[in-house]
């Protein structure tokens, strides 16, 4: 959990103390924090952008607050603007708290690689029961499902399906879209497995039994 005055410090918090931890930014912490954070770990800055910034000299947060807005704005265009602000910590988004879930999921990440079908039926059957506890508890109803899976190289491929109207929150329904999704994907040792209910219908609000 993270606890910040802006969204941009909040997001960056919550990353630090990862899986039980909590982290707050106050005024007094954030610039330090900033400037010695790895560029990786900026929210908003995924892997071809770090590897770029690597290019411009740009390593940590101290050396993205040493460029300029007009240089930032070259090399990335409108984000330039946001990388700007960032390195400051400025994030002037308001917070709107009563917003509707788009999706609720559920992931894992191993601790070492896994491949055989039956290491891999074990952690879906993990990942399943948290989900449903989770879809439970928000009183979620949605039509999509897709699976993320995350390769020992650190590569990343998802896969999706959308129905007509709601699916049926049942284990053995769940399982067996992750597997008929699963099996397009190419058979690699995988670090992280999720699967995540989405596309919400708030107009339904029974499971209704769906043919696969």
């Excluded at 690597?54 to 947060?61: A, E, F, P, Q, V």
């Amino acid at each position: 959990m993270g606890v910040s005055y802006n969204k941009f410090l909040a997001k960056i918090a919550s990353n630090m103390h990862k899986p039980f931890g909590i982290t707050v930014i106050t005024h007094k912490t954030a610039i330090k924090i900033l400037e010695e954070l790895p560029i990786e770990k900026f929210y908003g800055i995924g892997q071809q952008t770090a590897k770029k910034m690597h290019r411009l000299g740009i390593k940590t947060g101290l050396d993205l607050k040493q460029k300029s807005r007009e240089e930032l704005k070259l090399h990335f265009g409108k984000s330039g603007e946001f990388y700007y602000q960032n390195a400051r910590g400025e994030d002037n988004r308001a917070v709107d708290p009563i917003q509707e879930t788009q999706s609720v999921g559920a992931e894992n990440t191993f601790s070492k690689d896994i491949i055989s079908t039956k290491d891999i039926q074990k952690e879906v059957d993990i990942l399943i029961t948290t989900l449903l506890e989770r879809l439970s508890h928000d009183d979620f109803y949605g039509k999509g499902i897709s699976i993320k899976i995350r390769f020992a190289n650190f590569a990343a491929v998802t896969r999706s399906k959308t129905f007509s109207t709601v699916l049926p929150y049942e284990r053995e329904f769940i399982d067996q879209c992750f597997w008929e999704l699963f099996n397009s994907i190419p058979k690699q040792p995988i670090r992280l497995i999720g699967i995540t209910i989405q596309s919400p219908d708030p107009y339904h609000h029974q499971q209704i039994q769906l043919p696969f």
